[in-house]
């Protein structure tokens, strides 16, 4: 005998089939809704980033999300076809280095999540503190980012970074890469060269800033070599019940065993040059983060296959010497000495993140190739997270994260016309667009 569903009151199906609409309209997969065919996007001029631009071109997705071609023939008979005659078709963005959901008003402190209590915390994981329901995401995301990497702040080691999805009701949906990378804040290099007269009873001498910065790299330094002792005698000693596991080292262990880069985040010269140096005699694959100075240590980065996830590039310069356009000149001048640069969040704040397309754009302006600013918005982050088998470009096999724009993406003439996260059409609506459809309505005299 079959089976009847259960019967719904009328009132709880209208209340409901919103809800419902609404998932499926922010690309939610457990949402109850599954596609049961492929899906084809066509007419679009097509940026796959690892490959050349194709014009007038097909993409085929599987039900499951993911790209199944690209080409330029007609779309398979039958299966439901999104026209995108006009428009230009991209991977979705990856946003570097953000505070995104961490942060909601940087003026109140109930709504800013940046940073735990202590000196070294390996064990926190910044996306167990976003919040789904921050504001600041569907503007962030209708701007193209659909994913983003969420970073803890605050102390010399912060914990780890995660990567999020742009799209989910909870962190646990929308986590992607709990573990992105371990962020560590390197001393500051900078000596105070003000008299005493002008410090008054805060003034300290320069050997004692000296002193005070090596003591600060060398208790850094002491921390990993305590972790991998711990790592080492686990290893002998794990299965003896008197032998007590330590969050804290067993987050490390990751990290030692080559798992999970390592992100420091310096600028000066100085520092950048003593994070280098530390990260080759450890072994670590890592990146430098900030990399105001980047360019006066682009040999050794570029020899030691170190990228740079570059967040100052509307930063004022610092040096006398510097030109103006120097921050502006930067990604073209790393490049061109074979490092690889990442464009990250450089405003220090969560709301502008979705200003990332600009950064890269303003790199091209100052002599950076576009595809090659393209990818440090899509292909170079995924593959500094380990994520380049799903994300970062448009190839078979990956997942259909597709962002349909008017123009140039890099321009910020250009406007973002819809996306699609794992193949399912994203809501890009925000708190802007809200409140511009109900200020077009207020009364006129």
């Known amino acids: 005998m079959p089976i009847k569903p259960p019967h719904l009151p009328v009132k709880l199906i209208l209340f409901l089939r919103p809800l419902f609409a609404a998932a499926i309209a922010m690309g939610i997969p457990w949402a109850g809704y599954a596609e049961t065919s492929d899906s084809a996007w066509t007419g679009a001029v097509i940026h796959p980033v690892s490959g050349p631009v194709l014009s007038n071109a097909t993409l085929v997705a599987h039900p499951d999300g993911r ?40 003026a109140v402190r109930a709504t800013v999540d940046t940073t735990e209590v ?17 504001e600041v995401i569907p503007v962030t995301r209708a701007n193209g980012i659909t994913h983003a990497e969420v970073v803890p702040a605050g102390a010399p080691i912060a914990g780890h970074s995660s990567v999020v999805c742009l799209a989910g009701w909870t962190t646990e949906q929308m986590v992607r890469q709990r573990l992105a990378a371990l962020h560590v804040y390197w001393p500051a290099f900078g000596l105070d060269l003000a008299p005493k007269s002008v410090r008054g009873e805060g003034w300290k001498s320069v050997e004692d800033q000296v002193k005070e910065r090596s003591k600060a790299v060398r208790e850094l330094d002491d921390y990993f070599n305590e972790a991998e002792a711990y790592v080492r005698i ?34 000066d010269p100085g520092q950048i040059r003593s994070a280098v140096e530390w990260l080759v005699r450890r072994k670590f694959r890592g990146a430098i983060v900030g990399g105001r100075d980047a360019v006066r ?6 020899t030691n296959h170190i990228p740079v996830v570059y967040t100052r590039e509307f930063t004022l310069p610092v ?16 490049h061109q000495s074979g490092v690889t640069v990442i464009f990250g969040d450089g405003q220090g704040t969560a709301s502008f993140v979705r200003n990332l397309p600009y950064s890269a754009g303003q790199a091209v302006a100052f002599g950076l190739p576009a595809d090659e600013a393209l990818k440090g918005i899509t292909l170079h982050p995924a593959t ?62």
Request: one cysteine or more; a negative charge.
């Open 234 to 267: 686990s290893q002998v000693r794990g299965n003896d019940p008197g032998f007590q596991l330590t969050p804290a080292w067993e987050a490390m262990r990751p990290v030692l065993q080559g798992a999970v880069p390592v992100l420091v985040h310096a600028d």
């Open 297 to 302: 240590c682009a040999e050794l980065l570029a």
């Open 118 to 134: 202590g000196e070294f915390l390996p064990e926190a994981q910044a996306w167990q503190a976003v919040n789904p329901d921050s």
């Open 67 to 106: 790209i199944a071609s690209i080409n330029t023939q007609a779309p398979p008979a039958g299966i439901p076809t999104v026209d995108l005659s006009g428009l230009h078709l991209y991977p979705g963005l990856i946003a570097s280095a953000t505070t995104l959901g961490l942060i909601e008003i940087d």
């Open 319 to 334: 040096h006398d010497t510097d030109p103006y356009d120097v921050q502006y000149t930067t990604p073209f001048r790393l």
């Open 384 to 445: 500094l997270f380990g994520l380049q088998a799903s994300l970062g470009t448009l190839e078979p096999g990956k997942q259909a994260d597709l962002v349909a724009t008017d123009g140039d993406i890099l321009d910020p003439k250009t406007h973002v016309k819809r996306m699609w996260i794992a193949g399912r059409e994203v809501d890009l609506s925000s708190r802007h667009t809200r409140l511009y459809d109900r200020y077009r309505q207020r009364p006129r005299p």
